[in-house]
């Protein structure tokens, strides 16, 4: 198992759960000055130390990648969903690996544990209350997106206050792609399907919020480039302090 510091300038190994949490504990009080209680910096020591010995994942990006097909998380298709965030997702990314994309829906809660947080998106499949959908390549998962109507996110729920009914603009709020299926057009992928299945959703928008930082690691851009959203007709239609809202009509 594994921390690395959140700074990346401190990393710690062993095979003692509580004795690496500690470890880091003592690093971040010493190096960083943080509006984070010792419990919450625990909380996020231990996800990141199960998810560095849960990720197990390849790494190394595939030179070339078979066809791409796009389906619906359906509840049959959960263990599947499951799969790919417990063990493959964030291999490169322990970090980040507690998410299971239910930030977007509670906006920025503190640090619970990542079973918590994994049993409620389960909860949330199985009701449709989140929907999304997986790209498969060879039978395999290779990432994820959350589309689900803006009216579920918390995160979003001051964007464009005038514009159309939060219940009827699907927000692509997500993508997570396995290492070894990035830059291989994915999330195009999955972002043309959102846009194909919107009308029988009975959505009359599609958005995205893509972060406004030109030349960002793939981590750093998960919610999708702003040319990936340009080139399939998204229009900025308000600016944030840190992303920029785009949308189409259905």
Not at 93 to 105: F, K, Q, V
């Amino acid at each position: 198992m594994w921390i690395e510091c959140f700074a990346q300038d401190e990393r710690v190994d062993g095979d003692d759960i509580d004795a690496l949490i500690d470890d880091m504990l003592r690093h971040v009080r010493s190096a960083h000055d943080v509006p984070y209680h010792d419990d919450e910096v625990r909380a996020w020591a231990r996800n990141f130390a199960e998810a560095s010995r849960r990720q197990t994942g390849p790494t190394e990006r595939l030179d070339a990648i078979g066809p791409i097909e796009v389906h619906p998380v359906t509840p049959d298709r959960i263990d599947d969903w499951l799969q790919f965030f417990d063990h493959e997702a964030f291999a490169d990314n322990p970090d980040w690996a507690s998410c299971y994309c239910l930030s977007p829906h509670t906006g920025e809660d503190a640090e619970r544990p990542w079973r918590d947080i994994r049993a409620d998106m389960i909860e949330r499949l199985r009701a449709g209350a989140t929907l999304g959908y997986l790209a498969y390549v060879d039978g395999h998962v290779a990432g994820w997106v959350n589309a689900s109507p803006r009216a579920t996110y918390r995160k979003y729920a001051d964007v464009d206050p005038g514009g159309p009914d939060p219940a009827r603009v699907a927000g692509v709020s997500c993508f997570v792609v396995a290492p070894p299926y990035r830059r291989h057009g994915v999330s195009s992928a999955l972002l043309d399907r959102v846009v194909a299945d919107a009308a029988a959703r009975g959505l009359t928008h599609v958005e995205g919020y893509p972060v406004d930082a030109e030349g960002s690691s793939d981590a750093a851009q998960f919610r999708g480039p702003r040319g990936l959203f340009a080139a399939r007709d998204f229009r900025p239609v308000e600016e944030k302090e840190r992303y920029t809202v785009v949308r189409r009509d259905v």
